[in-house]
């Protein structure tokens, strides 16, 4: 149950904008792993929010950097 965003974004790979998806923390879900493991899941929590998968090109597949253009 992975929350996801989307965004037009220029392609390393493809060399032109293309769409990309992005997974985001589902905070609901690591509050509960939070509450079950009575906070031994804290760490995972914090690294899965800071960070994150690369954006993807839905075109390609092709990872693009976290910062800038591309």
Known sequence: MDHH???MRACISCGVPR???QRKPNHRQHTIFL???VGLWLPVWVLDTILPPRPKCMT??????R????
């Open 5 to 7: 965003q989307q965004f």
């Open 35 to 37: 509450v079950i493991t």
């Open 60 to 65: 390609c597949g092709e990872e693009s950097r």
């Open 19 to 21: 769409m990309h998806v």
């Open 67 to 70: 910062f800038g253009i591309g």
